[in-house]
């Protein structure tokens, strides 16, 4: 029972006492519950029909293991209550609540958030009257969604650019960025390096501009992520899959900032495909692209790469898979006629806490061909297993 009900119910008993008693007293106690109790359910209504809620992060867009602050902005008449609590759903990591300040916003902390889109609500909103005779709770069914990007890792270097070993011991250097060609200028986007600042152009405008240098067709270069079910291994958020994506963010976002067009591809059913010129607008796209990635099943892999497949005239590949016998013979071919080839192999069972396995013949056989590797374990970190030592890629 709630406590304007408590409230209605003591009256009728006080107003039956003062029948009885015939006490003026008690009349005028019953009365004034009475009236209190009816003034708790109008209150009730004008503040159920008048309070809103805007959910939104407070510091965007939020990052993979970062705490996730929640703010929650409420309009209307809540100053008709002495007391408004927040409580809300984030997805599958639980709920969370926050009293409501003075200024009409209440915010919520949470630890370590997993990378992933999602979903926020159903939340509630708990109102105490003045009086303290009535709580009502407001349910906030406008669900929304909030963003976890993926941890990127900062490159300075790639193994692609280091190469591979051929025959005999001697060194085959895979093609280093080049054929950057002065396009025009344009404004400083937040992550560029400063090098690449017209300074001649800068101190004209009085802003930032940077020189935009336009990649010829030779030095595109698609990545290629794959996302087959059966070959991811470990716990979300610290599995084969979540170390895929944060490498195939760190080589996208190296040759954005490089000023190289590059092509993100998800090799999910239905392959996603993100063109990144810039470590601008269309780097958010394809890393909150990455952030929504899941395992998936019958995925495309063999066909995205085949010679004859959508990517076989890029000049340069990368693929990032934990099935390199299923793309050896196309990387082996692209190779063959002189296009840049390479692989970031994904060793799943040590995610499952298995040891590290030995060289197998395929990778063995795709270093003889001169295709560049680098080699994903658990424990490893992404700067070091993608820097391009031959120690770490191939054994």
């Not at 993979?64 to 008449?77: F, K, S, V």
């Amino acid at each position: 029972m709630s406590r304007s009900g408590g409230a209605g119910i003591l009256a009728l008993c006080v107003l039956a006492a003062a029948w009885l008693l015939g006490s003026t007293a008690l009349v005028i106690l019953g009365f004034g519950l009475g009236l209190a109790t009816l003034a708790a359910s109008f209150w009730a209504r004008l503040v159920t029909n008048g309070l809103t809620v805007e959910r939104r992060p407070v510091e965007g867009p939020p990052v993979e293991g970062d705490p996730l602050l929640l703010e929650a902005q409420l309009d209307g008449r809540r100053r008709l209550a002495s007391r408004v609590e927040w409580r809300d759903r984030l997805g599958t990591l639980g709920e969370a609540d926050a009293l409501v300040g003075p200024d009409g916003r209440a915010r919520i902390r949470l630890e370590s958030v997993p990378r992933g889109r999602h979903r926020l609500g159903p939340g509630r909103l708990r109102v105490t009257d003045p009086l303290g005779l009535t709580r009502v709770e407001i349910l906030v069914d406008r669900e929304s969604t909030v963003t976890v990007r993926p941890r990127v890792p900062q490159l300075d270097t790639l193994f692609t650019e280091t190469g591979a070993w051929g025959e005999g011991g001697r060194r085959a250097l895979v093609r280093r960025p080049s054929g950057l060609e002065p396009h025009g200028v344009r404004e400083y986007q937040e992550g560029e390096p400063l090098r690449a600042v017209h300074w001649p152009t800068s101190a004209r405008r009085g802003e930032l501009m940077v020189r935009e240098l336009e990649d010829a067709p030779r030095d595109s270069i698609a990545v290629v992520l794959d996302v087959e079910v059966g070959a991811v291994a470990g716990v979300r958020g610290d599995s084969s899959l979540d170390d895929s994506i944060r490498a195939a963010a760190g080589i996208v976002r190296t040759h954005a900032l490089r000023s190289r067009r590059a092509l993100l591809v998800i090799g999910a059913p239905q392959p996603g495909v993100h063109s990144v010129r810039s470590a601008g607008r269309d780097w958010d796209e394809a890393v909150d692209a990455l952030a929504a990635v899941e395992p998936a099943a019958a995925t495309p892999l063999r066909d995205l790469v085949a010679a004859r497949g959508p990517l076989g005239s890029v000049p340069e590949l990368v693929v990032i898979t934990a099935r390199p016998e299923v793309v050896a013979d196309a990387l082996v071919a692209r190779t063959a006629v002189g296009r840049s080839s390479a692989l970031v192999a994904v060793d799943a069972p040590t995610y499952a806490g298995r040891p590290p396995a030995g060289p197998s013949a395929v990778m063995l056989r795709l270093d003889a061909a001169g295709v560049a590797l680098a080699v994903l374990r658990h424990g490893t970190p992404l700067e070091e297993a993608l820097g391009g030592l031959r120690a770490r890629a191939v054994g």
